[in-house]
């Protein structure tokens, strides 16, 4: 049984790029071996991800992101069955919260990832790949 889940959380420390970097390389081999895909929305001291993939891989995942130390306030805000991914071209995209709006504020400003449901979220996490500058792999 595939699973989509979206969780938001907040950065403990300064999103760099290395440490964005990081996140990606392990994120990007993991999930390509555990046919995990999905999508990272960062910055402004938020992320925001989706996870795709069988249940039981998922539920792995999530907790040990919950265990990771560089963030907290970690909630998953959606979780779902699924008969298709939605973000099956990535095995961890990227799109910088920063990149969208060059003052690093959210274009939506009465968007709270913490206060909206998660349908809303993932229309805006697709709204951010559509106009967002999107890495999808690490050189």
């Avoid at 990007?28 to 039981?56: H, K, M, P, S």
């Avoid at 998922?58 to 040990?64: A, G």
């Avoid at 069955?81 to 919260?97: D, F, G, Q, T």
């Avoid at 449901?117 to 967002?132: C, E, F, K, Y």
Wanted: charged letters at 20%.
């Amino acid at each position: 049984m595939l699973i989509r889940i979206i969780y938001v959380s907040s950065a403990v420390g300064p999103q760099t790029g290395t440490m964005t970097n990081a996140i990606l390389k392990k994120a990007q081999a993991w999930n390509r071996a555990n046919r995990i895909t999905g999508v990272l929305c960062q910055g402004q001291g938020v992320f925001l991800q989706a996870l795709e993939g069988d249940r039981r891989t998922v539920t792995q995942l999530y907790s040990r992101i919950c265990a990771d130390q560089r963030h907290n306030n970690v909630e998953i805000i959606h979780c779902e069955s699924i008969l298709k991914r939605r973000y099956e071209n990535w095995s961890m995209a990227l799109v910088s919260l920063s990149d969208v709006d060059p003052a690093t504020k959210i274009e939506w400003p009465e968007f709270d990832p913490y206060s909206v449901t998660g349908l809303q979220v993932m229309a805006r996490i697709d709204d951010l790949l559509a106009s967002g500058s999107v890495i999808n792999e690490l050189d």
